[in-house]
């Protein structure tokens, strides 16, 4: 692996929009950093279904500049731009991770995967809490959608993660508001789509 930017961690979960190059797929996705980088993938996910299937030669991870990437990604419009030939990131991106995933182990509901490959730098840009609050609602939804978080909880946290996405920076929040619910409708109540 060529030596990750600085600013990633060991240890530290970060969010990527996952890209298996050759297919007309994202999702978001987290992971881990780590010798080597790992992520869990669950059974409600079609990026499940493409791992087991062993037809990924290269799993593109990157992380966007505009946190509205991962409602496209979930609302499945970021395909559009992707270009199959290059498999670069469609969009600005601050980190990007290139990699042959490989399943590690399994449980009930979820395969775990490693993903050595190489990394890349791209945009800096300051973290906002507009960015965070969108991605923790969006990552709490995808929870309860896999059935790994409860109803009530998932409320909590949402309600949460958008009010801080909403002090974040309130014209953008209010933007993306309708993006954003049909996104978290999408990961809450439809297993398999996401």
């Known amino acids: 692996m060529l030596n990750a930017p ?28 780590g010798k080597p980088p790992t992520a869990r993938v669950y059974s409600s996910t079609r ?7 062993g037809g990924v030669e290269k799993l593109l991870l990157y ?34 991770v290139e990699c042959r995933p490989v399943i590690a182990s399994e449980g009930p509901g979820y395969i775990d995967i490693e993903c050595p490959g190489t990394v890349e730098s791209g945009v800096a840009v300051p973290y906002t809490r507009l960015y965070g609050g969108i ?14 978080v409860g109803r009530e909880f998932a409320e909590a946290c949402l309600q949460c993660a958008l009010y801080s996405a ?7 929040a209010l933007e993306l508001s309708d993006k954003l619910q049909a996104a978290i409708k999408r990961l809450r109540g439809a297993k398999g789509l996401s």
Do not use: M, N
């Open 166 to 172: 909403e002090r974040g920076g309130r014209s953008r």
């Open 63 to 96: 992380s966007p500049v505009d946190p509205e990437d991962f409602i496209d990604s979930i609302l499945h419009t970021l395909e559009e731009e992707l270009d199959q030939r290059a498999c670069r990131p469609p969009r600005p991106f601050t980190v990007a």
């Open 6 to 33: 600085s600013v990633l961690r060991e240890g530290v979960v970060y969010e990527f929009i996952a890209w298996p190059c050759g297919y007309r797929y994202t999702t978001p996705l987290g992971l881990r950093w």
């Open 135 to 148: 991605v923790e609602a969006l990552v709490v939804a995808s929870k309860e959608g896999a059935g790994v």
């Open 47 to 53: 990026l499940y279904g493409i791992l087991r299937s």
